[in-house]
């Protein structure tokens, strides 16, 4: 019985919550790598476009629910999803042709996209603040639980509870569904092979009538539809704070690189790995130890072996680790 107690606080505290940040980081890890591989830099701006995405869908959200509009037991903001990714897409659009365009026929070195896309990073997440405030908004309605602790324990009888917010379910279900079409689009349809083509060889695209415009079109729509995504189930899963994005750009780039930038397959896969690696190093194991251990040899401290404020200092550690010895990534992507 001590086992499967354990086994709950396990699942509860970190398999749970380390998958569903996990899926949130590998959503924002794709629209990176989805830069890097197409446009060719590093793009800095990518947490704030996450901001501004997931404000456009609040914003929504807040006119359909003053509306009397509703989703029932799901979240409002999953209906005025469509409505955050127009807003971000218009967005990065405008940014490209207003900036990047211009960089890009000169054929400037990368590194002086990156150094342009910072300066973009900043009036991103000004605006952002701007518009909906600097303060928390909490944006999740419908129903809190798939199951919640109490109702585990009256069904089980453990001691411990498992709970399965809404909002976690719904994020893995949604970066499954997410992935998934990105795949088969970037694969099986025309435009999704110009992208790679244009990816793998530039020079060669053009040759073939590739249409590099609309490829970097559709790149940046696709990147706001995945950062709006990814933000919004971010948001409903904790809460939305643009400086919060701002902080999560580490940890996805980190994602990204760790994985092996510009594979989409590895983007996921550093997505888990810095999700799990955050919560196993932060999280305090006392409980989950003193139910797998003998009576009486229970630990007295929390046996955590940082504070969640050190978190992203997990994914710091882990991405210079991962450059220093494997600067390609685990899934052999591009070097930086």
């Excluded at 590998?26 to 990518?46: C, D, E, K, M, P």
């Excluded at 605006?127 to 419908?142: C, E, K, M, S, V």
């Excluded at 930038?261 to 790995?273: H, L, N, Q, R």
């Excluded at 932060?282 to 003998?294: D, F, L, N, S």
Aim: hydrophobic share 55%; no cysteine; aromatic share 12%.
């Amino acid at each position: 019985m001590d086992l499967l107690n354990g086994l709950v606080v396990l699942a509860n505290f970190v398999l749970i919550p380390a998958t569903a940040y996990g899926s949130q980081l590998a959503l924002g890890a794709l629209g990176v790598t989805l830069i890097y591989s197409i446009l060719r830099f590093s793009n800095f701006a990518h947490g704030d476009t996450m901001a501004f995405g997931t404000m456009v869908t609040i914003l929504a959200t807040w006119g359909l629910q003053s509306a009397g509009i509703g989703f029932g037991p799901l979240p409002t903001a999953l209906l005025a999803l469509p409505v955050g990714i127009f807003g971000a897409a218009l967005l990065l659009l405008a940014t490209d042709r207003l900036v990047y365009r211009f960089y890009r026929a000169q054929r400037v070195k990368p590194v002086i996209l990156v150094i342009v896309s910072t300066g973009v990073m900043f009036i991103y997440n000004g605006l952002t603040r701007f518009i909906i405030g600097p303060d928390d908004q909490n944006f999740a309605d419908g129903e809190r639980f798939v199951m919640s602790a109490r109702d585990f324990k009256a069904l089980t009888g453990l001691d411990e509870g498992l709970a399965l917010k809404t909002t976690q379910a719904i994020t893995v279900v949604t970066a499954i569904v997410v992935m998934v079409a990105l795949f088969w689009f970037l694969n099986r349809t025309r435009t999704g092979k110009s992208m790679r083509a244009y990816s793998d060889n530039e020079d060669l695209a053009l040759l073939s009538g590739i249409n590099p415009e609309r490829v970097v079109r559709v790149t940046w729509i696709l990147v706001a539809a995945l950062a709006t995504i990814a933000g919004t189930l971010y948001g409903l899963d904790k809460s939305f704070k643009a400086f919060t994005y701002f902080q999560l750009l580490l940890p996805i780039f980190a994602s990204a690189i760790v994985g092996g930038i510009g594979s989409p397959i590895g983007a996921i896969a550093g997505g888990f790995i810095i999700a799990y690696s955050e919560v196993i190093f932060t999280y305090a194991w006392k409980r989950v130890v003193g139910y797998m251990v003998p009576e009486g040899m229970e630990p007295d401290g929390l046996l955590q072996l940082l504070g969640t404020d050190y978190k992203f200092a997990v994914s710091f550690v882990i991405l210079v680790i991962v450059l220093l010895i494997r600067p390609t990534g685990l899934f052999q992507g591009k070097s930086i």
